[in-house]
Each structure stands twice: as structure tokens, then as C-alpha cells.
């Protein structure tokens, strides 16, 4: 709401808005872009110009989405799955990635799927053998060996000191 009202006050007209792109009525905003820079910079939004940015950005997007709300449930494989939705050769995407941002993209949806994994294990409505299920994996045991390898602590242990920092309402 805040990204179509900034570009709506500039006189811009949105015609679509998802995460990470806006397509506009307009097919010149040189402008006003400046003024729009600078306005969706005041609510910490950046326009994103490049290709190669943008490019990034759709990847993360679409590995938050895919973590997020599909449970990370595609029939082929990242690399497939990023290439089809993208239209991109999927060597050039992830060299690109890298080279970028400093990881790779099977990196990148490792770390979003163990983010996934501590909120699921926060809510405390499913075990663990449900959020490997759920998210994927093939074995609890690979869930809990790679939640170890990233945060340092086992699923259990974390779930364990998350209980500790929360006092029972009687208590506060």
C-alpha cells in the first residue's frame, strides 16, 4: 500500500504490484524518478534498475514464496524450478547469484528453509519429523544434522532455550 500510494503521489499510474516489481500504466518516469528514488528510500524501498539486480531480487523472491507458502514443494528440481519461472539459463543465474551476493542459491534457500524450521519449531504446533515433512526433507536426521551445521545448536536444544526466554503469563 505504501509503494502504490508513493508512486500514485507522484502521478504514476500502477497497473500491477507483487513483491519486488511494479508494472506501470507509464513507459516514461525519467521525470519524476528522482522524486520516487527518494521517496521510496524515506520508507526503506530501492528502486531496483538493472537487470542484474533485478534479476537477484526475483530469485529471493521466489525462494522466500516457495519456503514460505508452498512448503517448498516443487516436482523438479531449485535449479529447474528457478529456470522455468525465471526464462533464464539456470549456470548464468547462479553465477551471478554468487557473485552478488556471496552465496550461492542452494546456500540461500538452505539458510530460508532453517529460518522456516525456527518459526515452525517456535509455534511448537508440529515435531520435527512433521517439519521435515513438511519442508521436504528427506530424514529428520538430515533436518537436525543441517539445523546444526547453520545455527550451531540441534532442533531440540533450540526449541529448549526459546522455552527459556519465554516467563508463563502467571509469571510476568
Known amino acids: 500500500m505504501v509503494v502504490k ?6 502521478g504514476l499510474h500502477p497497473t500491477q504490484i507483487e513483491l ?11 521525470v519524476v524518478k528522482e522524486k520516487l528514488i527518494s ?3 524515506s520508507f526503506g524501498f530501492f528502486l531496483l534498475n538493472d ?3 533485478q534479476t537477484i531480487e526475483k530469485v529471493k523472491s521466489l525462494i522466500i514464496d516457495l519456503v ?16 522455468r519461472e525465471l526464462l533464464q539459463e539456470y549456470n548464468s543465474m547462479s ?11 542452494e546456500k540461500y534457500y538452505i539458510l ?27 530424514s529428520v536426521a538430515y533436518l537436525s544434522n543441517q539445523f546444526k551445521k547453520i545455527t550451531g545448536l540441534t532442533p531440540s536444544h533450540f526449541k529448549k532455550l526459546k522455552e ?8 510476568v
Open 112 to 138: 530460508q528453509k532453517i529460518e522456516k524450521v525456527k518459526e515452525l519449531l517456535v509455534y511448537d504446533e508440529l515435531t520435527l519429523s512433521e517439519i521435515a515433512d513438511k519442508l521436504n526433507y528427506s
Open 39 to 41: 521517496e521510496l528510500q
Open 68 to 83: 514460505q507458502n508452498k512448503d517448498s514443494s516443487i516436482e523438479v528440481t531449485l535449479s529447474e524450478y528457478l529456470s
Open 51 to 53: 537487470k542484474k539486480t
Open 5 to 10: 500510494s508513493t508512486f500514485e503521489k507522484l
Open 20 to 30: 519486488g516489481e511494479i508494472v506501470l500504466q507509464e513507459n516514461d518516469i525519467s
Open 164 to 171: 527459556r526466554k519465554r516467563k508463563p503469563l502467571d509469571e
Open 95 to 105: 553465477n551471478l547469484f554468487s557473485e552478488v551476493e556471496g552465496i550461492t542459491i
